[in-house]
């Protein structure tokens, strides 16, 4: 059989000259200097990068999924939301070398749905009462109510401050690529699609894992490391998240390094001030997203993320998409505020505002799933 031709399009030779001027990293470039023109040679090369991301940023996680992962569904109420929604809180449970853990899910489906409901999981890194399962307290950071109104699933977990590292990883046997705190968040997420699965009210197939700032990091590298994630969505994740390292505004990483020295692995310390000497940017960690859908969003006052380099980003990893037969960015142009970009499989917006996950982000969210057709995708159960 012979290879696919691969048509270089007029938005990729830009994206490849802009990538040239910022010494960007080449993801259609193997280790090797070879490159990469088929699926099957970006199969490897998606390898390769998931190394380089491993060793020198995130850390190498020690363990998938735990054979000692259990799930209790402690409620279920089926008149949640004034009988529109079924509520369910799950203990997602797991056992190490270094004790036990766990994770507490809470999640509502629809009930005027006759199918499976494709879902949002939403890693919180926030006030846990951003994500109150008797909506007592409710927050357009996680609104529940407009999901299920559109005819999603709403989940969400806290993300964990720490704990599982002991339990999977001895404090004498870490390394200099041991998993950082992203990392870990992003296993707990893998987690909760784990129960996901097994849940008959949800179309698994269509989960979307959704983080702001540090949650933003954690959804880009769970997507990238689990590909079961049918979409990514990252809301203002600044550094080492979407936005690309190299000629970065605000926060770079020698900041995020200094302020959070246990989120990535020790390594990444090397790279201090040194953004043109990694091996990698994050242009790269959206491609490991390819050929799945990509959500990248800004905010024009959150100088510290750089919106700019976040929407970058999104140009310099259409040329995988495109490879791999999909549409990414389609533009190469910053947008104008407030006018989301949804006409290939990454999507990208910059909202008037500051730092912050708004009722605007997710609805631009759902709108793009939408245009996907995931509300119509699950078969009938």
């Known amino acids: 059989m012979k290879p696919p031709v691969i048509i270089i399009t007029m938005l990729a030779l830009l994206a490849c000259a802009r990538a040239a001027e910022l010494r960007l990293p080449d993801p259609l470039t193997a280790n090797d200097g070879a490159r990469i023109t088929s699926v099957t040679a970006w199969s490897k090369r998606r390898a390769e990068l998931l190394e380089l991301f491993r060793a020198n940023i995130y850390g190498r996680t020690p363990v998938g999924r735990p054979d000692s992962l259990k799930f209790d569904v402690t409620e279920v109420a089926t008149n949640a939301m004034a009988g529109k929604a079924t509520r369910k809180q799950v203990r997602i449970s797991y056992r190490g070398p270094g004790g036990d853990g766990a994770i507490k899910l809470v999640l509502f489906t629809p009930n005027a749905l006759s199918k499976p409901a494709p879902c949002f999981l939403l890693i919180c890194n926030r006030s846990i009462t951003n994500i109150d399962a008797t909506r007592e307290n409710k927050s357009e950071f996680w609104p529940a109510e407009e999901l299920i109104a559109r ?202 505002g500051k730092h912050n996950l708004t009722a605007y982000d997710w609805n631009s969210f759902m709108d793009f799933a939408d245009k996907h057709g995931w509300r119509s995708a699950a078969k009938p159960r």
């Not at 990535?264 to 040194?274: D, E, I």
Request: with cysteine; hydrophobic share 40%; charged share 20%.
């Open 151 to 352: 005819g999603y699933a709403a989940a969400a977990f806290y993300s964990f401050e720490s704990g599982v590292h002991a339990i999977f990883t001895a404090s004498g046997a870490r390394k200099v690529d041991s998993w950082g705190t992203i990392a870990a968040w992003a296993w707990g997420a893998s987690r909760c699609l784990d129960y996901l699965e097994t849940d008959r009210a949800l179309d698994a197939k269509h989960v979307a894992v959704v983080g702001h700032s540090r949650g933003g990091k954690t959804s880009l590298w769970a997507a990238g490391e689990d590909e079961r994630f049918a979409m990514a969505v990252s809301n203002e994740s600044g550094s080492t998240g979407a936005a690309i390292a190299r000629n970065k505004q605000g926060e770079q990483i020698a900041n995020i390094n200094k302020g959070f020295p246990y989120w990535f692995c020790a390594n990444y310390k090397k790279f201090n001030g040194r953004e043109d000497e990694l091996p990698v940017d994050q242009h790269e960690l959206l491609a490991l997203i390819a050929p799945r859908l990509l959500y990248v969003a800004s905010a024009i006052d959150d100088k510290w993320s750089d919106p700019n380099n976040e929407f970058l980003a999104t140009v310099h990893a259409t040329p995988v998409y495109e490879l791999l037969g999909r549409k990414g960015i389609g533009a190469t142009e910053f947008p104008k505020l407030d006018a989301p970009i949804q006409t290939g499989d990454i999507a990208y917006h910059v909202r008037t």
